[in-house]
């Protein structure tokens, strides 16, 4: 080291150094000051085979060269571009052979608005790879909604350029509006719920719309939950969020990205000039159309009239005629020939049944006599006619013992000629019963 000496006085000069003795005392002395450090990006060189990530931050007056080695850029999971602002952390640090001095990172931040976009960005990223940003899924607009949802501020300049812009339009179209916070931590739920609102109210299309504002102000837009709730909502949903040059995350999942909510209103409602046009040009073609399905059926009509058929109505009856007058011939000549025929054979078969019938008879009536001698023989009537009679319980069961008509028990006897009602007076197996009177 070398030491201001006064005038006049004379000390021993210290040894001088070598330059990488004072390299290294420099290196020390600024390795051991740590900092956090925040500024812009200016430059970045991060290329696959080198070892760290270069760049440069700057600030009004002054720039730092910096460092950081890939294992660390890696960890802290942010891709550096220039412009953005960053917070880093660190020591300085001498890279002796180029005589240079860097800021050794060791850990890097995104600062301010730039972590919020590091955010956004990566809810964008998980929702594109799960297909919810993909144009393919993206629904038409109902050329002519009768009824239009508008969620946004009631209290905006949004809410009354787009009902303007309607009522110059599509005057015809009914709008169902929520009136929804559209800033601070509570906007995202109020949005949703608006969307929920005005789709059950019957909207065939729906605005999602605020005026501009700071990256900040937009930041309820990139809600994850809101961005699902847009993809899943079941009508087709226009966004209009700010300026031109801003988009959200509801803007990539909608179904349609307006630049601003006039753009947005514009986007759903034909303007009378497109519908005048429309209404000629279709008009145009109906009396075309009709026009050309006259001529044609005329023609048609033409044609069928020049047939012989409805110049001259009976020679549609002509030929069936000749054939009824035929048949009618040929019918009158059969009949009174298959009559005679069939009188003859049903006169004979008279004849034969009139020979044969008493001879197929008389064995059956000679049977039915052997029968009715039989059946008379076994008859209890006939048994009862010669003397014989029949007792029964008061149930009508037959009496074959005396236990079956105790003392005192009433029996019906049957003869020959009719009933005997009679009491029990005594039983011994022998002993008859006697009448009783009643």
Known sequence: MYENQAPGVQNEAPAALSVSAAMQMAKQSLEAVTVRIVGEVSEVSVKA????????????????????????YRSA??????????????????????????????????????????????IAKKLQ????????????????????????????????????????????????????????????????????????????VVLVVRGGGSFEDLMPFNDEQLARAIAACP???????????????????????????TAAAE???????????????RSAAMQASVRR??????????????????????????????????????????????????????ESARVRLLAEGPRLTQRSQHVLANGA??????????TLARGYAVARTPKGEVIRSVGQAPVGSNVEVSVADGRLLCEVKETDGKTLVGPSER
């Not at 180029?98 to 730039?114: C, I, T």
């Not at 001698?373 to 006939?382: G, H, V």
């Open 77 to 122: 999971g942010v891709q550096l571009a220039v412009g953005q602002l960053v917070e880093i952390a660190g020591r300085f640090t001498l890279y002796a052979a180029k005589g240079r001095m860097n800021f050794d990172v060791f850990s890097l931040n995104l600062a301010g608005e730039g972590d919020l976009r590091l955010k956004v960005a990566n």
């Open 293 to 346: 399905q006259v001529e044609g059926l005329a023609t048609r009509v033409d044609a069928y009239a020049s047939r012989t058929l409805f110049r001259d109505p009976q020679t549609l009856f002509a030929a069936d005629a000749q054939m009824l007058d035929l048949s009618m011939e040929r019918l009158n000549r059969a009949l009174p020939a298959t009559i005679e025929r069939n009188a003859a054979l049903v």
């Open 267 to 281: 986007a759903v409602s034909p303007s009378t000039e497109s519908l005048d046009s429309l209404f000629r040009s």
């Open 129 to 204: 790879a799960e297909g919810l940003t993909d144009p393919a899924r993206k629904r038409p607009i109902p050329a002519f909604p009768e009824c239009i949802g508008l969620v946004t501020s009631p209290r905006s300049a949004a809410v009354h350029d787009v009902l303007r812009t309607l009522r110059r339009r599509f005057p015809v179209a009914t709008v169902k509006l929520a009136g929804v916070p559209v800033e601070g931590a509570n906007a995202p739920a109020g949005i949703i719920e608006g969307l929920r609102c005005v789709v059950a109210a019957g909207s065939q």
């Open 235 to 261: 009508v087709p949903v226009v966004t209009g969020i700010g300026h031109e040059v801003d988009t959200s995350i509801a803007d990539m999942v909608s179904d349609l990205r307006a630049s601003t909510p």
């Open 373 to 382: 001698s039989r059946l008379n023989d076994l008859s209890p009537l006939a």
């Open 49 to 72: 085979g080198y070892k760290a990530a270069y760049f440069t931050v700057k600030d009004q007056s002054a720039a730092l060269p910096c460092m950081m080695w890939n294992n660390r």
